[in-house]
């Protein structure tokens, strides 16, 4: 009789290894998937908002990495603080079962998930309300001072629940690396399944967070250009383009029955001869100060510098005598006051002001540009410092 074979029993002992590493294989694979998925959510969300619930939906989706809810925290760079900007989850237990139910009967995937979402900004839940109120204490021992502090993941750590807001066994925060320096901090908790975070989770999510940082830094530098190609820098109105868009999109909407439109041309008057008197210095302070006093007198979004000496506002759901008491309230911010020249005397300003209403003097945005613009020269040729309607 020869040897034993010891074959089967090498093979029997190698069974849990291989379904160990199998499991690991899978969930690598979902790993891949899941970044590329939200890689792809990100790239399609140019502004910041959008790119962080685009984030936090793919860390707290079932279809994501199944945390119960997750925030996002930004570095303000002044004074180092860590300051909420957005939140995706339920604050309690009768909200994630409400939420958690809703998702198993409609079975989204992670993009029906995002624009649900997005659907929401103008309503945030609770949590999110919550985060966004909130400023962090980078000294502190809470799990996202710790992150921020040391510069990596960090897990189930920390004694600074923030007010009850994580829970601390199950917590993830990693920090956002930016080209040259942290963002801010993804945070992440199960307060409600209790569980903790397996190793394949807790790597997704620091990749997670690295892509975040650079994705944060993206969409922080998209919306401040164009920020800057919406405004004019020296009078900080709306740019020209700017004006362009906001009248063509509120004219359209007026002549399918949507609210009436007033448009407002104002011309500095004599700004030539102020600016051969005094300067062109002279009179970049004169149109600072005038953007300034109009910035005052209207609502975000209603003015802007039409070009050069020329401003305009853009008044929506006003009729005749509200489009007559704007004008008045206008001119007044305008002209009562006078302006301080650098090494020059006090120099009062005149305008003049052209006004129109659409539907009205006017069929569409050329139309009623042209019809206050009209309007404006016959205030100019009946003396200036007047205003005048078509």
């Not at 624009?115 to 980078?138: C, K, S």
């Not at 700004?271 to 600072?288: R, S």
């Not at 540009?369 to 410092?385: H, T």
Request: net charge negative.
């Amino acid at each position: 009789m020869g040897p034993v074979s010891s074959v089967g029993s090498e093979t029997e002992e190698a069974l849990p290894e291989l379904s160990q590493l199998r499991g690991e294989n899978r969930a690598l694979r979902r790993a891949i998937a899941l970044l590329h998925e939200i890689s792809t959510l990100v790239r399609s969300a140019q502004e910041l908002e959008p790119t962080c619930y685009a984030l936090l939906t793919g860390v707290t989706a079932g279809v994501g990495l199944s945390m119960n809810r997750a925030a996002i925290f930004l570095v303000d760079a002044t004074d180092g603080w860590l300051h909420g900007l957005a939140a995706v989850g339920p604050m309690d237990e009768e909200e994630a079962d409400r939420v958690w139910k809703a998702i198993e009967e409609d079975g989204p995937d992670l993009q029906a998930l995002y624009e649900a979402g997005l659907e929401q900004r103008d309503r945030p839940g609770r949590l999110d309300r919550a985060v966004r109120a909130l400023t962090v204490d980078p000294r502190g021992q809470s799990p996202l001072a710790l992150a921020l502090r040391r510069g990596r993941l960090v897990v189930g750590e920390g004694d600074d629940d923030l007010g009850g807001l994580w829970h601390l066994p199950s917590v993830l925060a990693s920090p956002l690396r930016g080209t040259s320096r942290i963002r801010g901090v993804l945070v992440a908790d199960r307060r409600f399944t209790r569980t903790t975070a397996d190793a394949g989770v807790r790597l997704v999510f620091d990749l997670l967070a690295d892509h975040a940082g650079r994705a944060v830094e993206n969409a922080e530098r998209f919306e401040r250009l164009a920020r800057e190609a919406r405004t004019d820098a020296l009078t900080g109105l709306g740019s020209r383009r700017s004006f362009d868009e906001r009248l063509e999109e509120m004219a359209a909407a007026a002549l399918i029955d949507g609210p009436s439109v007033g448009l407002l041309l104002i011309d500095l008057d004599d700004f030539k001869h102020l600016n051969d008197t005094y300067g062109h210095p002279a009179g970049d302070k004169v149109l600072g100060e005038v953007g300034r006093r109009l910035g005052a007198a209207l609502r975000p979004g209603e003015g802007f510098r039409y070009g050069g000496e020329e401003m305009a506002v853009v008044l929506a759901g006003v009729r005749q005598e509200s489009l007559t008491a704007a004008a008045d309230r206008i001119w007044k911010a305008v002209t009562d006051e006078p302006v301080d020249l650098p090494g020059a005397p006090r120099v009062r300003i005149g305008c003049s002001i052209g006004g129109a209403l659409l539907p009205g003097r006017a069929e569409d945005a050329p139309g009623l540009v042209q019809a206050a613009d009209d309007a404006l020269l016959r205030a100019k040729k009946e003396g200036k410092n007047r205003i005048r309607f078509a």
